[in-house]
């Protein structure tokens, strides 16, 4: 019973402060400020970020879901097969902890000062200012949590079935795609939907490596904190705009997650 | 009927070139992209631009980045090969960073022959830069910037409540606190309300208060006499002004009130007076963002009761980067030419900007009551100047407002803020091998 | 493993190398856009840099950087800070995850759209929620004080208090964080062998014993994952911090990424500045030490 409550209450909790955000979005500014209760409300807020010259806000949503879609697919691709590696292939001590460690510690690195270097390394490249160079760079801060992660659920996983497939003759490739892969759909969801959403919100590395042709959601929401004074209600509305399409994304790709690796599931 | 017809067409064709006549005839330039900040007054800009595009069939792109990203942007590309911006748009503060490293063009190096019309106000040269002093100065200094938009504050104060409470807008500081004595009614009413948070509003604020009083940070930058003087009795008294004013006339929390909680408590009809940049007037005047619409006048900052009026510059200055070809140097030079005169400054103004001329601010614009703002400008422009000049500017900068904050919020005494303020910048100039030293303590 | 024979065939081939090729693009990538950010990173952090003419000159000064370190007067308030701010955070956030993934483990419908709800917080920009929950937090006009109006409580100053503010942020990124904890302890819940837990109960265990000595240590790997990374995150939090409160009132809110922004950043010491993000990582180990120290003193 108290379990029920206490659910209730996250939910209220989690969700409360969206829907002020919300309610925010179609207020006048004056009635922001004044936290107002009783307004009437606007679409205006909509209207500058969807419509005005100053935010390209459909074209941020287009370049973020691009991005976002192909670095987590990456990053679960080659991150799942370096996990799975590691873990089951016994390599060398020094193999696995100087690879994990090497992650951890990038990982510790804050970004603004990785972000530098990047810079100078895409523009001799001549990516700056590309999807390509967003893409490269979220996989490479969000690979050290994915293989971390899928570790970690596949330690979860009773070793007996693996062996079992062996006996039955199954080559390791098909082990890993028919046996394994299917028992760790939920560990590939939340790694996943984890690293779409870091790709997604990423602020700092989109701020350096592209200009406004290619600008993310993050970075045109924050074009809303003016130099002194935050737009409230076109930065609420831009929150909600740039919630929805993640969700969407996330829904679908969690379907073809799903279906996709339980296929060719073998019992 | 032949001689009709020509003197029509004569007539069309004067009528249809008059028409597209530029502010300035700059002729055919390249394409170019201009590093904007994200400010209240990008909407004059951007107007204003389209209006250049227009006129002169030249095209100008605008690289709109929140204020952080600027600094950003701009370091990356010109510490880089370049080439991304044309021309991009500092905030006073980072110039001299610029200036330094040598990214920049002097503007006498893209044209010999070029200078700035005379009615173009310098803001205390910051656009200038002397390289032996290293400090910013027209005295043998090159023109590397010009100013797109100077800020000062001013004394904002609501005229309807004032004239019920038969309170004149308030010169001097103690008028300042006679004024609250009868209108601050919390937690209804602030009388005054000032910037307190730390680091730049704090410095930014208070340094008006510091300079009235005849008060230094250091004794001479400009010759090089980096002597710290900030802890002198002249400042503790502004300080302790400074945080009477806060305590008595605002609300509680005044170590955490930003630029944003100034406005929002002046909009919202909460606080009746406040200190505040003038390129904030234009949101008391839009319905959609304050419930004061037409109440809200501003004179120039209070001063010291003995002292003089004083006011610190926060400009905006269009610089163009060294690393660029020579076409696109003198096309963002045409189009700063063009920005510069009479009619484009005339137009930036009416889109709501803040024009730099003396002429347009002496214009027919002032009896528009839209720019009753322009008397109250002027004037501080008299006595406003350039402050933390420096390359350690930020540091400085970030020194000073912490301890300033810690004064205000009473983790110390004035005399110990201002003394430990003092040890920090000094320690800040020696390791920057600058001539140095400390003044005598204050009482703690 | 298997017997190794020289494969014949291309599928063959696939599946002898398996073991090289599933790890070597992670490597490989990895290696290639992390190795020079890492060297730049170390050669910074012993030098001054400097810029004239457009060109940049580097000089070897480790002493001189590692006495800005010593001298730097709000540095020892951001290391107290932050240690504070992520261990209330995590801490707070690891309980709370974990026992919403347990109850959510087992409803039997509509785990999904919870899975799905939970997601909201950790979607929201970072700016937003900085600039929303400022709004929230504002003594005059926001939500919070408006609340406590209602119920006859005065105005608290949530922001502008040195007491309060650090707290104030770290309730923030409790919201804002406690999901990503959630999501991977759910993940983890739902993997869990019914089988084992179905014996527990057989056996006659309690609930909290079946909770303490089946559950846990099969959810063990999982938890350490969650809380190494959502610890390392919190040690470089920055976009709620600067915009709640910008380090203040004073430095009560100070943390060492706000402090690292200033100093590397606004102050353009980019020496120094390497040297506090190399201080930032040697902290995260050290806190993370501890916390392993203390969790085998617990688990005893």
Redesign the interface.
């Known amino acids: 019973m108290t379990?029920w409550v206490?659910?209730v209450l996250?939910?209220c909790?989690?969700?409360g402060?969206?829907l002020?955000?919300f309610m925010?979005s179609f207020k006048?500014?004056?009635d922001?400020?004044?936290?107002a209760w009783a307004f009437t409300p606007t679409l205006?807020a909509y209207a500058d970020v969807l419509l005005s010259?100053?935010s390209d806000f459909g074209h941020a949503v287009y370049t973020s879901a691009i991005v976002a879609t192909a670095s987590t697919a990456i990053v679960l691709v080659?991150?799942t097969?370096?996990a799975?590696?590691?873990y089951r292939?016994?390599?060398p001590r020094w193999v696995t902890a100087g690879?994990l460690g090497?992650?951890?510690?990038?990982?510790?690195?804050?970004?603004?000062?990785?972000v530098?270097?990047?810079?100078?390394?895409f523009?001799e490249l001549g990516l700056?200012?590309t999807r390509t160079a967003l893409v490269?760079?979220h996989?490479?801060i969000n690979?050290?949590?994915a293989?971390?992660?899928m570790?970690?659920?596949m330690?979860?996983?009773?070793p007996e079935i693996e062996e079992a497939a062996?006996v039955d003759g199954c080559?390791?490739?098909q082990a890993?795609l028919r046996v394994t892969l299917p028992?760790?759909v939920?560990?590939f969801?939340?790694t996943g939907?984890?690293t779409f959403?870091f790709s997604?919100?990423d602020?700092a590395i989109a701020?350096?490596l592209t200009?406004?042709q290619n600008a993310t959601?993050?970075?045109v929401?924050?074009?809303?904190?003016?130099?002194?004074?935050?737009l409230?209600a076109q930065?609420?509305a831009?929150?909600v705009l740039?919630?929805l399409p993640?969700?969407v994304l996330?829904?679908i790709g969690?379907r073809f997650i799903v279906q996709g690796l339980t296929m060719g599931a073998v019992k | 009927m032949s001689r009709i017809t020509t003197f029509v067409a004569a007539f069309a064709l004067c009528a249809a070139a008059h028409a597209a006549t530029p502010f300035v005839d700059v002729g055919k330039q390249e394409p170019i992209t201009i590093l904007t900040p994200s400010t209240p007054w990008l909407p004059a800009f951007t107007k204003i631009v389209e209006t250049y595009e227009e006129q002169t069939g030249n095209k100008v792109k605008l690289d709109v980045n929140p204020f952080g990203a600027v600094l950003e942007k701009a370091r990356n590309d010109l510490r880089g090969s370049g080439g991304a911006y044309d021309a991009v748009l500092l905030d006073t503060q980072w110039t001299i960073e610029m200036y330094e490293g040598g990214f920049l063009s002097p503007f006498a190096d893209i044209d010999s022959a070029f200078t700035p019309p005379k009615e173009l106000l310098t803001y205390d040269d910051s656009g200038y830069w002397n390289e032996q002093k290293r400090w910013r100065t027209s005295k043998g200094g090159k023109l590397m910037a010009f100013t797109v938009l100077g800020n000062v504050p001013v004394w904002y104060y609501r005229t309807d409540v004032l004239k019920d409470a038969g309170v004149a807008p308030p010169k001097t500081i103690p008028e300042v606190l006679a004024s609250c004595a009868k209108l601050n009614k919390p937690p209804s009413t602030y009388g005054a309300v000032l910037r307190g948070e730390r680091g730049n509003p704090i410095r930014y604020e208070w340094q008006q208060w510091m300079l009235s009083r005849g008060a230094t940070v250091v004794r001479d930058a400009e010759n090089g006499d980096f002597t710290v003087t900030i802890n002198s009795p002249q400042s503790k008294a502004a300080l302790d002004d400074y945080i009477e004013v806060a305590k008595k006339c605002g609300p509680p929390n005044p170590g955490a009130v930003g630029q944003g909680d100034v406005i929002q408590l002046l909009s919202t009809g909460k606080a009746v007076q406040g200190q505040l940049v003038l390129a904030a007037w234009a949101n008391f005047q839009d319905p959609k963002k304050s419930a004061v619409v037409g109440k809200i006048a501003v004179v120039p900052l209070p001063r010291a009761a003995d002292g003089k009026t004083a006011a610190v510059i926060g400009n905006w200055n269009y610089a163009i980067p060294k690393g660029i070809s020579p076409a696109k140097k003198k096309s963002a030079l045409a189009f700063a030419k063009w920005l510069m005169s009479y009619d484009a400054q005339y137009a930036f103004a009416k889109a709501g900007g803040i024009p730099n001329r003396t002429d347009v601010l002496a214009s027919d614009l002032t009896k528009d009551p839209n720019f009753s703002w322009m008397p109250a400008y002027l004037e501080t422009l008299k006595t406003a100047r350039q402050e933390l000049g420096y390359a350690e500017g930020a540091q400085v900068e970030q020194a000073l407002g912490l301890r300033l904050n810690q004064a205000l919020i009473g983790e110390m005494s004035s005399g110990k803020a201002l003394n430990q303020a003092a040890q920090d910048i000094k320690d800040i100039f020696e390791k920057n091998k600058r001539k140095t030293g400390l003044g005598p303590p204050l009482p703690e | 493993m298997i017997a190794v024979r020289r494969p014949r065939t291309l599928a063959g081939w696939i599946n002898a190398t398996f073991r090289h090729w599933s790890l070597l693009p992670a490597v490989i990538l990895f290696a290639a856009l992390t190795a020079y950010p890492a060297v730049d990173l170390a050669r910074m952090s012993v030098s001054t840099i400097t810029w004239q003419g457009a060109q940049d000159f580097w000089t070897f000064t480790p002493r001189r950087n590692f006495e800005a370190l010593m001298s730097d007067p709000s540095l020892s308030a951001a290391v107290v800070n932050t240690l504070v701010f992520v261990a209330a955070a995590v801490v707070v956030e690891m309980v709370l995850g974990l026992a919403l993934a347990l109850l959510v483990g087992r409803m039997v419908r509509g785990k999904g759209a919870m899975r799905t709800i939970m997601i909201v917080p950790i979607l929201v920009p970072a700016v937003a929620i900085g600039s929303m929950f400022k709004l929230m937090y504002n003594y005059d006009f926001g939500l919070f004080n408006q609340a406590l109006a209602v119920v006859g409580l005065g105005p608290v100053s949530w922001l502008g208090s040195p007491s309060l503010a650090l707290w104030s942020v770290v309730i923030v990124d409790i919201w804002h964080w406690t999901p990503f904890v959630f999501l991977i302890m759910f993940a983890a819940v739902e993997g869990l062998p019914q089988d084992v837990i179905e014996a527990g109960h057989v056996d006659g265990a309690s609930p909290w014993q079946l909770l303490r000595y089946v559950t846990l240590p099969l959810l063990m790997p999982a938890l350490t994952v969650a809380f190494l990374f959502r610890s390392i995150l919190a040690f470089k939090a920055f976009d709620e911090v600067y915009l709640l409160t910008g380090g203040g009132p004073g430095t009560s809110s100070e943390l060492l990424s706000l402090h690292l922004y200033r100093v590397f950043f606004e102050q353009n010491q980019l020496g120094y500045g390497a040297l506090l993000s190399v201080l930032t990582m040697v902290a995260i180990l050290t806190a993370l030490a501890l916390g392993r120290r203390v969790a085998r003193k617990v688990r005893r």
């Open positions: 379990g206490l659910v996250a939910l909790v989690v969700v402060p969206f002020w955000i925010t006048t500014q004056i922001i400020l004044s936290g205006d010259k100053r080659i991150g097969l370096a799975y590696s590691l292939f016994a390599w690879f090497w992650t951890l510690a990038l990982h510790m690195i804050p970004v603004i000062t990785l530098g270097p990047w810079y100078l390394i523009k700056y200012d490269l760079t996989v490479t690979l050290p949590m293989v971390w992660l570790m970690a659920f330690r979860t996983l009773p062996v080559s390791p490739v890993f028992l760790l939920p560990g969801i939340a939907v984890l959403i997604w919100n602020f701020l350096a200009s406004q959601v993050p970075v929401v924050s074009k809303f904190a003016n130099d002194y004074e935050v409230h930065m609420a831009s929150s740039a919630t993640a969700l996330m829904f969690q």
